[in-house]
């Protein structure tokens, strides 16, 4: 468990320097317009590609992090994002910016975002504060959001705009020292048998097959469309605020860069108590994560039609709070969870990284969208009343995931004996010992069954019939004939089987 935490601590910090990075990018659009005297539609380009390009490679990264590991995968992500900022320092014009800082930048943060999102959730694997640990980590990306803004035009100030990616890429190599600290934990087969007094902790990571048959699932392409729909709205706001502050609003760029690290503390604050409260969906159903969701999406949509009202600095820093809080949903512990509800705990790489790169599809498209529309109408409003319809659109369609993961869940048939293996100190093999330790739990069941008067004769019992060590080679085929023989057995002896997997058939295939 400690080490977990050093864990969260390393993806905070990566957090912090991709979101630092990457979402900063509405601050970089206007140093861009300054210097190299772009138009507002293409222009638009560098603040979508880089925090799309983010999440698009998530797919990939989720494969490679299967076969490599996360420690490879990070370190690799680092190194890219340093080489897409260097290499933006020799751009001459807004097609080379947008190849080094829009897509190589871009693709780096986005590898190493996704190892940290993938190690912290397996270090707290059936831990009763997953969901916390997931967003404490994630408050990371709120923390970046703060602190870089006000860094990035301190920088581009100071040394100009080729010095400020020059010394972006020295910190970006930050990432490939903490990367380092997610190491690999022990393989399947002795962290699903915890009660081995010897255990050996590899460093070297156990290639995962990539599994991706929920692409058969209806309700995901439902949690796929709606990030798509929000991050198109979201994009535009992180596109564009900057730029309907300074130019709309009449407000300072100082000021205006200020209001993206309002929205970062708020998203920081947001992940971690959204964490919080998704832990106690054991209490009651009305903190799972999905409800959570639905609503601060929603707060989201509505918050953003507010922005036609042109309230003001003020104002627009008490949007940047709900606004912020909304986006805590969207990038804390809130999917992970719900992907894990659906598909499992060891199945979240794919699904995860699919539904990023809908999110990255979103976020390409907003931001050049609004741009175009704002030069045809020359007002923000119809671009604002776009993200706000957007955003609440994707709130309205997780309805329909929502009536499957809030129903009661089916009883399963598949069960997990739990017997506890001593570590092999002869020639005996691992699957002898299991199967005698299978025989000792049957035979202490039916001496009780007998004792209960349920039973004359121990072979007169359906377990025994069934359950035989001899005719059985391994415990795995003893769970399956009791799993089909349970419900013959008193509800005493039915306790003392624990029924602990959800089976993925809750969510059907449409």
Same mark, same amino acid.
């Given at each position: 468990m400690f080490y977990?935490?050093?864990?969260?601590?390393?993806?905070?910090?990566?957090?912090?320097?991709?979101?630092?990075?990457?979402?900063?990018?509405?601050?970089?659009?206007?140093?861009?317009?300054?210097?190299?005297? %772009?138009?507002?539609?293409?222009?638009?380009?560098?603040?979508?590609?880089?925090?799309? @390009?983010t999440f698009l490679? #998530?797919?990939?990264?989720?494969?490679?992090?299967?076969?490599?590991?996360?420690?490879?995968?990070?370190?690799?992500?680092?190194?890219?994002?340093?080489?897409?900022?260097?290499?933006s320092t020799v751009s001459t014009n807004l097609a080379m910016l947008c190849l080094f800082y829009g897509i190589v930048t871009g693709a780096g943060c986005g590898v190493a975002y996704m190892s940290g999102s993938l190690a912290v959730p397996k270090y707290f694997q059936h831990k009763k504060i997953q969901n916390l640990a997931v967003g404490v980590a994630s408050a990371g990306?709120?923390?970046? /959001?703060f602190l870089f803004p006000p860094i990035v035009r301190y920088l581009d100030n100071e040394y100009g705009w080729k010095g400020m990616f020059m010394i972006q890429g020295g910190i970006a190599l930050h990432i490939c020292a903490f990367g380092l600290l997610y190491r690999p934990l022990p393989n399947r087969d002795e962290n699903e048998n915890p009660t081995k007094k010897v255990r050996r902790q590899s460093s070297?990571?156990?290639?995962?097959?990539?599994?991706? #048959?929920?692409?058969?699932?209806?309700?995901?392409?439902? $949690? /796929? $469309?709606?990030?798509?729909?929000?991050?198109?709205?979201?994009?535009?706001?992180?596109?564009h605020l900057a730029a309907y502050a300074q130019f709309h609003l009449q407000i300072n760029k100082n000021d205006a860069a200020f209001l993206y690290s309002v929205i970062g503390i708020s998203i920081t604050?947001?992940?971690?108590?959204?964490?919080?409260?998704?832990?106690?969906? %054991?209490?009651?159903p009305i903190f799972k994560a999905i409800n959570q969701y639905i609503l601060f999406y929603t707060i989201g949509g509505i918050a953003t039609a507010f922005l036609l009202l042109d309230a003001g600095y003020a104002g627009l820093v008490i949007y940047c709070i709900f606004f912020g809080t909304s986006m805590g949903a969207n990038g804390g512990s809130l999917i992970p969870a719900i992907l894990m509800e659906m598909f499992g705990q060891n199945k979240l790489s794919l699904p995860y990284g699919v539904v990023l790169a809908e999110m990255a599809i979103g976020q390409t498209l907003g931001a050049p969208a609004a741009g175009w529309m704002y030069e045809k109408l020359k007002n923000y409003h119809y671009p604002f009343i776009m993200a706000s319809v957007? @955003?609440?659109?994707?709130?309205?369609?997780?309805?329909?995931?929502?009536?499957?993961?809030?129903?009661?869940?089916?009883?399963?048939? /598949?069960?997990?004996?739990?017997?506890?293996?001593?570590?092999?100190? *002869?020639?005996? /093999?691992l699957e002898e010992i299991e199967a005698t330790e299978a025989t000792s739990f049957i035979d202490?069941? *039916? %001496? *009780?069954?007998?004792?209960?008067?349920?039973? %004359?004769?121990p072979y007169d019992s359906i377990v025994s019939n069934i359950l035989k060590a001899d005719d059985i080679k391994d415990v795995g085929d003893q769970g399956e004939a009791l799993a089909e023989n349970t419900y013959l057995m008193p509800d005493d002896d039915k306790n003392v089987i624990s029924n602990r997997r959800r089976s993925t058939d809750d969510f059907p295939n449409m």
């Amino acid at each position: 468990m400690f080490y977990g935490w050093i864990v969260v601590l390393a993806a905070a910090i990566i957090r912090i320097l991709v979101y630092g990075i990457s979402y900063t990018s509405g601050v970089v659009y206007v140093v861009i317009l300054e210097n190299f005297k %772009t138009g507002a539609a293409e222009t638009s380009w560098i603040s979508s590609l880089i925090t799309a @390009m983010t999440f698009l490679v #998530t797919p990939l990264a989720g494969v490679l992090v299967n076969r490599f590991g996360w420690r490879i995968v990070t370190f690799g992500g680092g190194i890219l994002t340093c080489a897409g900022l260097l290499l933006s320092t020799v751009s001459t014009n807004l097609a080379m910016l947008c190849l080094f800082y829009g897509i190589v930048t871009g693709a780096g943060c986005g590898v190493a975002y996704m190892s940290g999102s993938l190690a912290v959730p397996k270090y707290f694997q059936h831990k009763k504060i997953q969901n916390l640990a997931v967003g404490v980590a994630s408050a990371g990306g709120g923390v970046g /959001s703060f602190l870089f803004p006000p860094i990035v035009r301190y920088l581009d100030n100071e040394y100009g705009w080729k010095g400020m990616f020059m010394i972006q890429g020295g910190i970006a190599l930050h990432i490939c020292a903490f990367g380092l600290l997610y190491r690999p934990l022990p393989n399947r087969d002795e962290n699903e048998n915890p009660t081995k007094k010897v255990r050996r902790q590899s460093s070297v990571h156990v290639p995962e097959p990539n599994d991706w #048959t929920f692409l058969r699932s209806a309700v995901f392409h439902f $949690v /796929s $469309v709606n990030n798509f729909l929000f991050s198109f709205g979201a994009s535009i706001i992180y596109g564009h605020l900057a730029a309907y502050a300074q130019f709309h609003l009449q407000i300072n760029k100082n000021d205006a860069a200020f209001l993206y690290s309002v929205i970062g503390i708020s998203i920081t604050i947001a992940k971690i108590t959204q964490g919080l409260v998704a832990d106690f969906h %054991t209490v009651h159903p009305i903190f799972k994560a999905i409800n959570q969701y639905i609503l601060f999406y929603t707060i989201g949509g509505i918050a953003t039609a507010f922005l036609l009202l042109d309230a003001g600095y003020a104002g627009l820093v008490i949007y940047c709070i709900f606004f912020g809080t909304s986006m805590g949903a969207n990038g804390g512990s809130l999917i992970p969870a719900i992907l894990m509800e659906m598909f499992g705990q060891n199945k979240l790489s794919l699904p995860y990284g699919v539904v990023l790169a809908e999110m990255a599809i979103g976020q390409t498209l907003g931001a050049p969208a609004a741009g175009w529309m704002y030069e045809k109408l020359k007002n923000y409003h119809y671009p604002f009343i776009m993200a706000s319809v957007s @955003m609440l659109l994707s709130a309205l369609i997780m309805i329909y995931p929502r009536r499957y993961l809030m129903r009661p869940h089916r009883e399963n048939n /598949s069960i997990v004996i739990d017997i506890e293996v001593p570590a092999v100190e *002869n020639d005996k /093999s691992l699957e002898e010992i299991e199967a005698t330790e299978a025989t000792s739990f049957i035979d202490e069941k *039916n %001496t *009780n069954l007998i004792q209960d008067g349920l039973i %004359t004769d121990p072979y007169d019992s359906i377990v025994s019939n069934i359950l035989k060590a001899d005719d059985i080679k391994d415990v795995g085929d003893q769970g399956e004939a009791l799993a089909e023989n349970t419900y013959l057995m008193p509800d005493d002896d039915k306790n003392v089987i624990s029924n602990r997997r959800r089976s993925t058939d809750d969510f059907p295939n449409m």
